[in-house]
């Protein structure tokens, strides 16, 4: 879906304007192979921009990543270490792990941590045919555990089919969310987020990035 993108623009923006960012993630599978955190850090040029808390090689929903490794996951440690990085920083950008129903531990899913930590959230998607039932239920089920969803991003938009194009308007009108397009971005360069992301999504979906153009030189 592109969320490790806009979290790493969003992390980068906050910090390139002096604010102590990091970007957390609970829980990551697929690893080493995948990094969302180091992704983070690397498009910021600062270990310090981002967390991980667990990592799992698995490319499996952490609970079941968990299982197949033979580890175990502690909801309630997860949740307590997610509050403790959000709050060493000022401000704790926290990247989801999958979709909102994955499961995460103890029976527990991604939504519950959400829920738990008062977390708001930007809903990342693809822009695309299929996109409109995943994002409005998406939006829907944050909404039924009192989780403020700031806008939606629809990630690597190109614009060139009808869907894509009629995509926004129609996700807009289904959910009341703003809703944004995000191109395709060369991410060749790992400061390609931090440059390029903040340029399009406007503060009504990222009310924070606000701050970071207030405070920025």
């Known amino acids: ?52 808390l667990r990592r799992l090689e698995p490319a499996l929903a952490p609970a079941v990543a968990a299982e197949q490794a033979g580890e175990t996951l ?4 997860i949740r307590d270490d997610c509050a403790r990085a959000i709050h060493a920083a000022t401000v704790g950008v926290v990247e989801g792990i999958g979709g909102l129903c994955v499961p995460l531990a103890d029976g527990h899913e991604v939504i519950d941590l959400v829920a738990d930590l008062n977390l708001s959230a930007v809903v990342v998607a693809r822009p695309g045919l299929g996109t409109l039932n995943h994002t409005a239920l998406t939006v829907e089920a944050l909404r039924r555990r009192d989780i403020e ?23 807009a009108e289904m959910t009341g969310c703003p809703v944004e397009t995000l191109p395709t971005l060369d991410i060749d360069s790992p400061a390609t987020p931090v440059e390029e992301v903040p340029d399009h999504l406007s503060t009504a979906v990222l009310p924070i990035a606000e701050h970071a153009r207030e405070e920025a030189p």
């Open 149 to 171: 969803v700031t806008g939606v991003v629809l990630n690597d938009y190109t614009g060139e089919t009808l869907a894509e194009r009629t995509n926004p308007g129609t996700i």
């Open 1 to 52: 879906m592109g969320k490790t993108v806009v979290t790493a623009g969003l992390v980068g923006a906050l910090r390139e304007a002096a604010v102590d960012a990091c970007g957390v993630k609970p829980a990551q599978t697929g690893y080493p192979a995948d990094d969302d955190a180091g992704f983070v850090a690397d498009a910021c040029g600062s270990e310090a921009a981002a967390t991980c």
């Open 74 to 77: 502690d909801y309630d440690a």
